[in-house]
Antibody, heavy 118, light 107 residues
Framework: QVQLVQSGAEVKKPGSSVKVSCKAS????????INWVRQAPGQGLEWMGG????????NYAQRFQGRVTITTDASTTTVHLEVSSLRSEDSAVYYC???????????WGQGTLVTVSS | SYVLTQPPSVSVAPGQTARLTCEGTNIGNTNVHWYQQRPGQAPVLVVYDDTHRPSGIPGRFSGSNSGNTATLTISRVEAGDEADYYC??????????FGTGTRVTVL
Protein backbone atom coordinates (compact mmCIF):
# COMPACT_ATOMS: atom_id res chain seq x y z
CA GLN A 1 0.00 0.00 0.00
CA VAL A 2 1.35 3.38 -1.00
CA GLN A 3 1.93 5.91 1.75
CA LEU A 4 2.51 9.63 1.30
CA VAL A 5 4.30 11.50 4.08
CA GLN A 6 4.54 15.29 3.92
CA SER A 7 6.90 17.79 5.47
CA GLY A 8 6.00 19.82 8.53
CA ALA A 9 4.12 23.07 9.04
CA GLU A 10 5.59 26.33 7.78
CA VAL A 11 5.17 29.99 8.71
CA LYS A 12 6.18 32.45 6.00
CA LYS A 13 6.22 36.19 5.40
CA PRO A 14 4.20 37.73 2.56
CA GLY A 15 6.25 37.87 -0.64
CA SER A 16 8.45 34.92 0.29
CA SER A 17 8.34 31.34 -1.02
CA VAL A 18 7.57 28.01 0.57
CA LYS A 19 8.57 24.49 -0.47
CA VAL A 20 6.48 21.55 0.71
CA SER A 21 7.61 17.94 0.26
CA CYS A 22 5.74 14.67 -0.20
CA LYS A 23 7.64 11.40 0.15
CA ALA A 24 6.10 8.32 -1.38
CA SER A 25 6.77 4.76 -0.26
CA UNK A 26 5.43 1.32 -1.13
CA UNK A 27 4.67 0.12 -4.63
CA UNK A 28 6.11 1.20 -7.97
CA UNK A 29 5.66 4.90 -8.41
CA UNK A 30 6.86 5.52 -11.95
CA UNK A 31 3.38 5.06 -13.40
CA UNK A 32 1.62 7.19 -10.83
CA UNK A 33 0.59 10.84 -10.90
CA ILE A 34 1.30 12.89 -7.79
CA ASN A 35 -0.92 15.92 -7.40
CA TRP A 36 -1.23 18.85 -5.02
CA VAL A 37 -4.55 19.98 -3.56
CA ARG A 38 -4.98 22.85 -1.12
CA GLN A 39 -7.67 23.78 1.36
CA ALA A 40 -7.95 27.26 2.83
CA PRO A 41 -9.44 27.53 6.34
CA GLY A 42 -13.14 26.66 6.25
CA GLN A 43 -13.05 26.25 2.48
CA GLY A 44 -13.21 23.41 -0.03
CA LEU A 45 -10.60 21.45 -1.92
CA GLU A 46 -8.73 23.05 -4.83
CA TRP A 47 -6.48 21.23 -7.31
CA MET A 48 -3.22 23.10 -7.93
CA GLY A 49 -1.28 20.85 -10.26
CA GLY A 50 0.63 17.61 -10.50
CA UNK A 51 3.27 15.45 -12.06
CA UNK A 52 1.83 13.19 -14.75
CA UNK A 53 3.83 10.05 -14.30
CA UNK A 54 6.54 10.28 -11.73
CA UNK A 55 9.27 11.40 -14.13
CA UNK A 56 7.18 13.41 -16.54
CA UNK A 57 6.57 17.12 -16.83
CA UNK A 58 4.26 18.95 -14.45
CA ASN A 59 0.78 20.22 -15.22
CA TYR A 60 -0.62 23.27 -13.40
CA ALA A 61 -4.07 24.68 -12.84
CA GLN A 62 -4.38 27.86 -14.85
CA ARG A 63 -4.76 30.13 -11.82
CA PHE A 64 -1.46 28.94 -10.38
CA GLN A 65 0.59 29.11 -13.58
CA GLY A 66 3.79 31.05 -13.03
CA ARG A 67 3.62 31.02 -9.24
CA VAL A 68 3.74 27.31 -8.50
CA THR A 69 6.49 24.83 -9.36
CA ILE A 70 6.27 21.06 -8.93
CA THR A 71 9.46 19.02 -9.06
CA THR A 72 10.52 15.47 -8.32
CA ASP A 73 13.53 13.89 -6.69
CA ALA A 74 13.53 10.39 -8.12
CA SER A 75 16.35 9.19 -5.87
CA THR A 76 14.23 9.83 -2.79
CA THR A 77 10.80 9.31 -4.40
CA THR A 78 9.87 12.77 -3.22
CA VAL A 79 7.72 15.36 -4.92
CA HIS A 80 8.06 19.04 -4.03
CA LEU A 81 5.62 21.91 -4.34
CA GLU A 82 7.02 25.43 -4.31
CA VAL A 83 4.73 28.44 -4.10
CA SER A 84 6.29 31.86 -4.64
CA SER A 85 5.16 35.43 -3.96
CA LEU A 86 3.11 34.25 -1.00
CA ARG A 87 0.15 36.28 0.17
CA SER A 88 -2.22 35.84 3.09
CA GLU A 89 -4.73 34.06 0.85
CA ASP A 90 -2.19 31.25 0.37
CA SER A 91 -2.56 30.27 4.02
CA ALA A 92 -3.98 26.77 3.73
CA VAL A 93 -3.40 23.09 4.27
CA TYR A 94 -1.57 21.63 1.28
CA TYR A 95 -2.14 17.96 0.46
CA CYS A 96 -0.34 15.69 -1.95
CA UNK A 97 -2.52 12.99 -3.50
CA UNK A 98 -1.74 10.04 -5.73
CA UNK A 99 -3.58 8.93 -8.84
CA UNK A 100 -2.76 5.30 -9.60
CA UNK A 101 -5.17 4.93 -12.51
CA UNK A 102 -8.03 6.84 -14.07
CA UNK A 103 -8.86 10.17 -12.47
CA UNK A 104 -9.28 9.31 -8.79
CA UNK A 105 -7.08 10.41 -5.89
CA UNK A 106 -6.47 7.03 -4.26
CA UNK A 107 -4.12 8.05 -1.46
CA TRP A 108 -3.51 11.33 0.32
CA GLY A 109 -0.72 12.72 2.42
CA GLN A 110 -1.49 13.95 5.92
CA GLY A 111 -1.40 17.60 4.85
CA THR A 112 0.99 20.49 5.52
CA LEU A 113 -0.25 23.72 7.10
CA VAL A 114 1.27 26.82 5.55
CA THR A 115 0.61 30.11 7.33
CA VAL A 116 1.45 33.38 5.61
CA SER A 117 1.63 36.22 8.06
CA SER A 118 3.65 39.37 8.61
CA SER B 1 -14.09 26.42 -16.12
CA TYR B 2 -16.25 23.49 -15.15
CA VAL B 3 -18.26 23.78 -11.92
CA LEU B 4 -19.60 21.05 -9.64
CA THR B 5 -22.33 22.20 -7.25
CA GLN B 6 -23.20 20.47 -3.99
CA PRO B 7 -25.71 21.51 -1.32
CA PRO B 8 -23.84 23.13 1.59
CA SER B 9 -25.40 20.92 4.24
CA VAL B 10 -27.51 17.84 4.81
CA SER B 11 -28.94 16.76 8.14
CA VAL B 12 -30.02 13.20 8.83
CA ALA B 13 -31.12 11.17 11.83
CA PRO B 14 -29.15 8.07 12.82
CA GLY B 15 -30.33 4.99 10.96
CA GLN B 16 -31.84 7.01 8.13
CA THR B 17 -30.55 7.54 4.59
CA ALA B 18 -28.58 10.55 3.40
CA ARG B 19 -28.48 11.41 -0.29
CA LEU B 20 -25.80 13.88 -1.36
CA THR B 21 -26.00 15.38 -4.82
CA CYS B 22 -23.33 16.76 -7.12
CA GLU B 23 -24.56 18.72 -10.12
CA GLY B 24 -22.66 19.50 -13.30
CA THR B 25 -23.40 19.76 -16.99
CA ASN B 26 -23.48 16.25 -18.48
CA ILE B 27 -21.69 14.88 -15.45
CA GLY B 28 -23.16 11.47 -16.28
CA ASN B 29 -20.72 11.23 -19.20
CA THR B 30 -17.67 10.97 -16.93
CA ASN B 31 -16.46 9.15 -13.83
CA VAL B 32 -17.22 10.79 -10.50
CA HIS B 33 -15.46 10.10 -7.22
CA TRP B 34 -16.45 10.93 -3.63
CA TYR B 35 -14.31 11.76 -0.61
CA GLN B 36 -15.12 11.96 3.07
CA GLN B 37 -13.22 14.49 5.16
CA ARG B 38 -13.53 14.51 8.92
CA PRO B 39 -12.44 17.65 10.82
CA GLY B 40 -8.67 18.05 10.88
CA GLN B 41 -8.06 15.03 8.68
CA ALA B 42 -7.10 14.41 5.07
CA PRO B 43 -9.83 13.37 2.62
CA VAL B 44 -10.56 9.66 2.27
CA LEU B 45 -11.91 8.06 -0.89
CA VAL B 46 -15.30 6.40 -0.29
CA VAL B 47 -16.63 5.86 -3.83
CA TYR B 48 -14.77 5.89 -7.15
CA ASP B 49 -15.82 5.60 -10.78
CA ASP B 50 -19.42 6.45 -9.90
CA THR B 51 -20.33 3.24 -8.06
CA HIS B 52 -17.24 1.40 -6.76
CA ARG B 53 -16.11 1.22 -3.14
CA PRO B 54 -12.46 0.94 -2.10
CA SER B 55 -11.63 -1.91 0.22
CA GLY B 56 -12.51 -1.06 3.81
CA ILE B 57 -15.39 1.26 2.95
CA PRO B 58 -18.72 -0.06 4.30
CA GLY B 59 -21.43 -1.18 1.92
CA ARG B 60 -23.62 1.55 3.39
CA PHE B 61 -21.88 3.94 0.97
CA SER B 62 -23.06 3.76 -2.63
CA GLY B 63 -23.01 6.00 -5.66
CA SER B 64 -24.81 6.68 -8.90
CA ASN B 65 -24.34 9.07 -11.80
CA SER B 66 -26.65 10.02 -14.65
CA GLY B 67 -27.53 13.07 -16.68
CA ASN B 68 -26.49 16.20 -14.80
CA THR B 69 -26.41 14.71 -11.29
CA ALA B 70 -24.18 12.32 -9.41
CA THR B 71 -25.39 11.05 -6.03
CA LEU B 72 -23.68 9.58 -2.98
CA THR B 73 -26.06 7.61 -0.78
CA ILE B 74 -25.24 6.79 2.82
CA SER B 75 -27.62 4.19 4.22
CA ARG B 76 -28.21 3.50 7.91
CA VAL B 77 -26.34 6.66 8.84
CA GLU B 78 -24.10 6.49 11.92
CA ALA B 79 -22.65 9.22 14.10
CA GLY B 80 -19.22 8.48 12.60
CA ASP B 81 -20.46 9.49 9.15
CA GLU B 82 -20.60 13.12 10.24
CA ALA B 83 -18.08 14.84 7.95
CA ASP B 84 -17.67 16.95 4.82
CA TYR B 85 -18.14 15.14 1.53
CA TYR B 86 -16.70 16.22 -1.82
CA CYS B 87 -17.40 14.97 -5.32
CA UNK B 88 -14.61 15.13 -7.90
CA UNK B 89 -14.10 14.49 -11.58
CA UNK B 90 -11.72 15.27 -14.41
CA UNK B 91 -12.78 17.70 -17.14
CA UNK B 92 -10.85 18.68 -20.26
CA UNK B 93 -11.33 22.41 -19.63
CA UNK B 94 -10.32 22.38 -15.97
CA UNK B 95 -8.35 19.19 -15.30
CA UNK B 96 -9.30 17.96 -11.81
CA UNK B 97 -12.43 19.56 -10.39
CA PHE B 98 -13.86 19.28 -6.89
CA GLY B 99 -17.39 19.98 -5.87
CA THR B 100 -18.19 22.72 -3.37
CA GLY B 101 -18.66 20.20 -0.59
CA THR B 102 -21.55 19.08 1.64
CA ARG B 103 -21.41 18.96 5.41
CA VAL B 104 -23.35 16.00 6.77
CA THR B 105 -24.74 16.48 10.25
CA VAL B 106 -26.09 13.49 12.15
CA LEU B 107 -28.93 14.67 14.39
Amino acid sequence: QVQLVQSGAEVKKPGSSVKVSCKASGGTLTNYDINWVRQAPGQGLEWMGGIIGFFATPNYAQRFQGRVTITTDASTTTVHLEVSSLRSEDSAVYYCALVSSGTVFDFWGQGTLVTVSS
Amino acid sequence: SYVLTQPPSVSVAPGQTARLTCEGTNIGNTNVHWYQQRPGQAPVLVVYDDTHRPSGIPGRFSGSNSGNTATLTISRVEAGDEADYYCQMWHASSDYVFGTGTRVTVL
